[in-house]
């Protein structure tokens, strides 16, 4: 029998799984993988950052639906994918982190580039491995894909020391896996599947309240016809938007901190949440002592553990949402659709009566929404949109008009500025064919902006839109708001760094609008570039603020829809 290094059986081991591209950045502990990657069909993406290969990692799992992978080495490395694998985490996303490690014989003696990294990602993986003989590295791949996979989407780390990469093994396939301690509840029982059917009978006024675990099951056409089947308004979280497609009559958009008046105010009202693949996140719920105050709650989830986390509901369901969605159908088959006459005529006033709003006056200065909403005009919803973190995706979120799922990428729970860039980059390499745009801020694109370079040198051409308002926008507006107008740390500057000349400096295109008549030419011109990437800077309002909005940890019956509406 020939033998292989553990680093060559590392990598046929990706192979086997159908890898098709790692994003990575190399050195000393990692090194022997990087030998055998050389004649691998695998194509490996050099970041300039580990933050950045495990930001693109997530975008490529994102937009594909596939387990995204990045390789880091030791130390250094390994606690700069700390912020990806945290960021998996909390939003499900399937990632495989691979680390090398410095030898076994140095672990615990403060070796150069020693980090305790099992130890340091264990609250920010779904599991990790500390691999000690290269004879385990195939089942341990095939287990960390399985599981980073199943259930709830995660991270999955395995640590690989420098002599297990370069020690000696025979190749085997992965043993059929046998995990007692990992059997995800995937179909849901059948008792509380009944006691959901009658709950949504007897209502009212039901809303279902869904979010990423629809997104992550491909449970959206499930959705549609269930919503459709029960006349049932349908409000999607910021992890769940393109769900139900925004122009469908029984789609209410966005709840939460900054969501549309519609959707919060009818959770508040109803007497019946059917929560699918969301966790009751207080961006949502606002303070939970107030929140749907009069509602029976039906919570379906994959992960036991948010169920009755937050709201203890009345109708538990432990199950994948696609699963759960048609288990509801079928029980529901052969009823007649209820009438909800008042209840559907309710909603829609509050459309019609409180729509999201702004002014853009034609002399300036370009409104944010505005932006947005050319954008969605001219690139088309079919684009895939990426987001940073902050007031520019609460805009990207409100307006623009998602029609299908997979087409919206952002960092929800964690929120992670300078997650765009790189996000970006890993759902173009997982989607070549489809055009991806990211909407960052000026404070987030100014932590990860060196990963256009990767885009530059790698032939991968996305698209970014920085909204430059000169400050961390969100800060300001909580500053301005709850802190006296006492401004402290958020003035970033609109003349420098001059994006125009950056983008070019590291092979970009560089385009620029500072004002309304400028923003749909700009837009029009980053469209039309298609063979590198494109940078376009809006000059925008920097006194802007996001609205609706519900103070935190306040009840979403006290929603400030404006500025005029301010206390």
Known sequence: MSTMSGARALITALEHEGVEVVFGVPGGAILPAYDPILDSPIRHILARHEQGAGHMAEGYAWATGRVGVAMVTSGPAATNLVTPLADALVDSVPMVAITGQVATHAVGNDAFQEAYTTGITM????????????????????????????????????????????????????????????????????????????????????VLYVGGGIIKAYAHRELLRFAEATRIPVVTTLMGRGAIPDDHPLALGMPGMHGNYTAV?????????????????????????????????????????????????????????????????????????????????????????????????????????????????????????????????????????FTEPRKWI????????????????????????????????????????????????????????????????????????????????????????????????????GLRADTPEEVGPAIEKSLAIDDRPVVVQFVTDSEEMVFPMVPAGGSNDDIILSREDLP
């Open 123 to 206: 609250p920010a993986t779904k599991h990790n491995y500390y691999v000690t003989d290269p004879r385990e590295i195939p089942d341990v791949v095939r287990e960390a894909f399985h599981i980073a996979a199943t259930g709830r989407p995660g991270p999955v780390l395995i640590d690989l020391p420098k002599d297990v990469l370069n020690g000696e093994m025979v190749w085997h396939k992965p043993a059929k896996l046998s995990l007692p301690g990992y059997r995800p509840t995937v179909d849901a029982h059948p008792r509380p599947i009944k006691d959901a059917i009658k709950l949504v009978e007897a209502s009212e006024r039901p």
């Open 265 to 401: 105010t009818a959770m508040q009202q109803a007497d019946l949440l059917i929560a699918i693949g969301v966790r009751f996140d207080d961006r949502v719920t606002g303070n939970p002592a107030t929140f749907a105050p009069g509602a029976r709650i039906i919570h379906a989830d994959v992960d036991p553990a948010e169920i009755g986390k937050v709201r203890v509901p009345d109708v538990p369901i432990v199950g994948d949402a696609r699963k759960v969605l048609e288990e509801l159908l079928s029980k529901w088959d052969g009823r007649d659709a209820p009438e909800r006459r008042e209840w559907l005529d309710t909603v829609a006033a509050w459309q019609r009566d409180y729509p999201l709003r702004y002014n853009q006056h034609p002399d300036g200065p370009i409104k944010p929404q505005y932006v947005v909403e050319e954008l969605n005009r001219l690139a088309g919803s079919d684009t895939i949109l990426v987001s940073g973190v902050g007031q520019h995706q609460m805009w990207a979120s409100q307006y623009w008009k």
């Open 410 to 509: 952002n960092s929800g729970g964690l929120g992670t500025m300078g997650f765009a860039v790189p996000a970006a980059i890993g759902a173009k390499v997982g989607r070549p064919d489809e055009q991806v745009y990211a909407i960052d801020g000026d404070g987030c694109f100014q932590m990860t902006p060196q990963e256009l370079i990767t885009a530059s040198a790698e032939g991968i051409p996305i698209k970014v839109a920085v909204f430059n308002n000169g400050a961390h926008g969100m800060v300001k507006q909580w500053q301005n708001l709850f802190y006296g107008g006492r401004l402290s740390a958020v003035d970033l500057g609109k003349d420098f760094p001059d994006y125009v000349k950056l983008a070019d400096a590291m092979g970009c295109v």
